[in-house]
């Protein structure tokens, strides 16, 4: 308190010796019984049952235990007491209330084909969709994600055993074959092995190979221009060729021609003049 406020609380004789606050006296609690009876005339409406549909009961005890001994007792601390007695006396109410609504031809059921308004505005319930169908979405990109995590990892599993299937087929094809490199084995049969396995890759292969003959760009040139024949292997053997030996010559496939120098062959002249001729017919063409 500041200092007038001091003098003043002094002058007046609140303030006492010894004491620097002012001591205010506690109010006192009343009952005003008739005051509050009659604020309650004052809004009290003369209302049919039916506008406040009001019921009063009492405490409602336990079916199951009305014979007990501490029937009236609920411990207000037990929260499955109390709610149970909240529960025992909302259901009797409901019991009591029933057939005065029933008496007076109000009916207390619905329709199978009411609709009851919507608590929440359209706009509200597009909000909640679009949220929804956004977390929706959001799940759904995860379930992708976790897919593709997994089919990679499954594809390089699977990549792994093949590089690990090939490192083993090679290293027993090095074995096999130093084994036979050292006298160790007389068996030829990773051989066998690597050419069935090859062949099995070009089966393999050309059983995808779908399409057959030239492909429409070719079909409509040769259309167009005509057809020159077949290039490609023309160079090749065929049988007739490979049969055919009329030009095939011994003597100079063996080195036994006249120009050869091999077994019974003369050794071939040498036209050509020496250094020291050629010099001297540059001398004399001088």
Not at 76 to 87: I, V
Not at 103 to 117: G, H, W
């Amino acid at each position: 308190l500041c200092s007038p406020q001091l003098q003043e609380a002094l002058r007046s004789g609140a303030l006492k010796p010894g004491l620097n606050v002012v001591l205010e006296e506690r109010p006192k609690r009343r009952n005003d019984v008739d005051g509050l009876k009659q604020c309650l005339s004052e809004f009290r409406q003369p209302l049919a049952w039916v506008e406040r549909l009001d019921v009063t009961l009492g405490q409602v005890l336990d079916p199951v235990s009305q014979n007990a001994s501490n029937k009236d007792a609920v411990d207000p601390e037990n929260d499955f007491q109390r709610e149970m007695s909240f529960y025992r006396q909302a259901q009797a109410a409901v019991l009591e209330a029933l057939p005065r609504l029933r008496k007076l031809q109000i009916p207390t059921r619905r329709p199978d084909d009411y609709f009851a308004e919507m608590a929440k505005s359209d706009q509200q319930m597009q909000k909640i969709r679009q949220k929804l169908k956004s977390k929706q979405e959001a799940m759904e990109r995860s379930e992708k994600a976790k897919q593709l995590r997994a089919m990679r990892k499954y594809g390089k599993k699977v990549q792994t055993e093949i590089l690990q299937r090939r490192q083993k087929e090679k290293k027993n094809m090095l074995n096999a074959v130093k084994r036979y490199q050292k006298g160790l084995s007389d068996k030829l049969d990773f051989l066998e092995e690597e050419q069935t396995s090859s062949k099995g890759n070009k089966k393999g292969s050309a059983s995808q190979r779908t399409k057959k003959g030239p492909n429409a760009k070719r079909r409509y040139k040769n259309q167009k221009f005509g057809f020159g024949g077949k290039k490609k292997g023309s160079k090749w053997n065929t049988k007739e060729s490979f049969n055919d030996v009329s030009s095939f010559r011994s003597k100079v496939a063996h080195n036994k021609g006249p120009g050869k120098a091999g077994k019974g062959g003369k050794k071939a002249l040498n036209k050509r003049p020496g250094k020291r001729a050629r010099q001297k017919m540059k001398s004399r063409a001088r």
